[in-house]
């Protein structure tokens, strides 16, 4: 029996450090997702603060298994990033810009994936986040 | 009329002005942003000049489309997203023809400037590069020198503005009294235009 594709995570942030710590919080906390495409893409090439459209574009291709690719990111520049590579087709077919807080949408995407939900089902999990109040 | 050259010459000129201003649109960053506007806009416009002199494209079009694919992918900061869609929105209204009229161009910008807006969202007043970009579209029916002098004053009048977009728009009525460092660098552009038609 072949496994069901799952939907794969990018994470965008203007650091790299925030990137890949939050891959790792949202894998760690899903429980069994570590089958979950995850991918950080975080800071510029050279290590500085920022947003690479290279590190975008390999992160989303290094995820995408077919069933789609769900992109969170911080602010400013990485979501401007992601907007301009989807209107140049840059990045793998059905890839969506995910409208999410970064951590917490993080850790509702990569839990819904790893039930091998769409990517749908993945990006209205992920902008549900929004809804949880913490006062 | 227009051809490929001009446009690789407009770029050229573009990437020696943003070299030789990149300190100030840095300094004029540090004070509502985060210091990076002339490192970045240098790093991208150099990286379209080596690319430009490698080859130039054959069509206006095509060298505004391979300046903004570059800016996209090498500024690292939001001027890349920006710059990039204005360029290569205005690149792909101007089509495939080998030569255009000023008032293609005109009209091609006008789309490219729209992108800008959908894309960041941000309008007249708000305090970023809109405010010198809009006011030079609507000038160049007037000639490339109204278009130069219609971004510097509307790059000049950013300074009373209270920003509404991007980091400066955290510092609320601080922002007030400083010029935008995005209006600044699109009077740049504008202006390097009005340099490359005077040849």
């Known amino acids: 029996m072949s496994e069901a594709k799952l939907v794969g995570i990018v994470l965008v942030s203007h650091s790299a450090e925030v990137a890949a710590s939050v891959v790792a919080l949202a894998k760690g906390l899903a429980g069994g997702a570590a089958a979950v495409p995850v991918a950080p893409a975080g800071g510029t090439e050279g290590g500085g603060l920022g947003t690479s459209a290279e590190l975008i574009s390999a992160a989303a291709a290094s995820v995408d298994r ?56 993945v990006e209205a999990a992920a902008t549900e986040a929004y809804d949880y109040r913490k006062v | ?17 943003v070299d030789r201003e990149a300190e100030r649109l840095t300094a004029l960053d540090a004070a509502i942003g985060d210091a990076d506007h002339g490192s970045n806009m240098r790093r991208g416009f150099t990286a379209v000049q080596a ?28 001027s890349g997203p920006l710059y990039g869609t204005l360029l290569r929105r205005t ?32 309008a007249a007043g708000d305090k970023t590069m809109v405010d010198a970009l809009l006011p030079a579209v609507d000038a160049l029916g007037d000639g490339f020198a109204a278009a130069r002098a219609a971004a510097e004053q509307g790059a000049e009048a950013t300074v009373p503005l209270l920003a509404h977009k991007g980091r400066a728009s955290y510092l609320g009525e601080r922002s007030i009294g400083h010029q935008d460092p995005g209006a600044t660098s699109s009077a740049l552009l504008m202006a390097a235009l009005a340099e490359t038609a005077e040849g």
């Open chain 2, 51 to 78: 690319e430009l002199d490698k080859e130039t494209p054959g069509t206006p079009g095509a060298v505004l489309m391979l300046a903004g694919r570059l800016l996209i992918s090498t500024v690292g900061g939001a």
């Open chain 2, 91 to 122: 690149g792909k209204a101007l089509g495939e023809d080998p030569e255009v009229t000023e008032d293609q161009l005109a009209e091609a910008l006008r789309t490219g400037v729209q992108g800008v807006m959908k894309l960041g969202g941000a």
């Open chain 1, 66 to 121: 077919g069933a789609g690719v769900a992109v969170l990111t911080d602010l400013g520049s990485a979501v401007l990033t992601v907007k301009a590579l989807l209107a140049e087709d840059e990045l793998p077919e059905d890839t969506r810009l995910v409208d999410a807080p970064f951590l917490e949408g993080a850790v509702a995407a990569v839990v819904t994936a790893s039930t091998g939900a769409d990517l749908a089902a």
């Open chain 2, 1 to 17: 009329m227009l051809d490929a050259d001009f446009f690789r010459r407009w770029m050229t000129a573009t990437a020696a002005s």
